[in-house]
Antibody
Framework: EVQLVESGGGLVKSGGSLRLSCAAS????????MSWIRQAPGKGLEWVAS????????TYADSVKGRFTISRDNAKNSLFLQMNTLKVEDTGIYYC?????????????WGRGALVTVSS | EVVLTQSPGTLSLSPGERATLSCGAS????????LAWYQHKPGQAPRLLIF???TRATGIPDRFSGSGSGTDFTLTISRLEPEDFAVYYC?????????FGGGTKVEIK
């Protein structure tokens, strides 16, 4: 059974940092692209960043570029999101998601999410 | 980026009724059909329902169907079951950045 479990969320002040982790199980982690998707309170879904499986290529939303870094440890079946210079508008639930087949941006499994709250 | 506009914002229906949700793209999506639909219930992980505009994901009941191409897409739920009341998002996944529509909430009337 595919499982994605996020951790590392919490409350942080504006300008601070947090590191999210995602523990993956039930599939061959190194064979799949992985991404982070977020949802601000009362809002829709927003793509944050992706890490392609086949060329180690990272892509970022303009809203987080230069502040967030996505990384992965295939030996530990883990995905990470280092978030620096956090802003109030970064508040939301952050989902770890798996790419479907060879697609970087289509997602077939989602974690339950980690809550990040950035206060002013 | 490709902007996706979903309508209506809220759909109030009774169990057993048919639901028709629309998603319009600001430009033609890649391959005319790189469009997916997700179901999202409060406190749960979103679930992939449809990809390629019309292909059901594994385990998705056949009361869910997707149609459309280019810029206009539709998700139809033929007969609403109690567990279908949720928020539905469309997403294009062919052009970076991937984008989501604002969502349609299907609520019990």
């Amino acid at each position: 059974e595919v499982q994605l479990v996020e951790s590392g969320g919490g409350l942080v002040k504006s300008g601070g940092s947090l590191r999210l982790s995602c523990a993956a199980s039930g599939f061959i982690f190194r064979d799949y692209s992985m991404s982070w998707i977020r949802q601000a309170p009362g809002k829709g879904l927003e793509w944050v960043a992706s890490f392609s499986y086949n060329n180690n290529y990272e892509t970022y939303a303009d809203s987080v570029k230069g502040r967030f870094t996505i990384s992965r440890d295939n030996a530990k079946n883990s995905l990470f999101l280092q978030m620096n210079t956090l802003k109030v508008e970064d508040t939301g639930i952050y989902y770890c998601v798996r790419g479907f087949r060879y697609f970087d941006y289509l997602y077939d499994y989602w974690g339950r999410g980690a809550l990040v709250t950035v206060s002013s | 980026e490709v902007v996706l506009t979903q309508s209506p914002g809220t759909l109030s229906l009774s169990p057993g009724e048919r639901a028709t949700l629309s998603c319009g793209a600001s430009q033609i999506v890649r391959n005319d059909n790189y469009l997916a639909w997700y179901q999202h219930k409060p406190g749960q992980a979103p679930r992939l329902l449809i990809f390629g505009a019309s292909t059901r994901a594994t385990g998705i009941p056949d009361r869910f169907s997707g149609s459309g191409s280019g810029t206009d897409f539709t998700l139809t739920i033929s007969r609403l079951e109690p567990e279908d009341f949720a928020v539905y998002y469309c997403q294009q996944y062919g052009i970076s950045p991937p984008t989501f529509g604002g969502g349609t909430k299907v609520e019990i009337k």
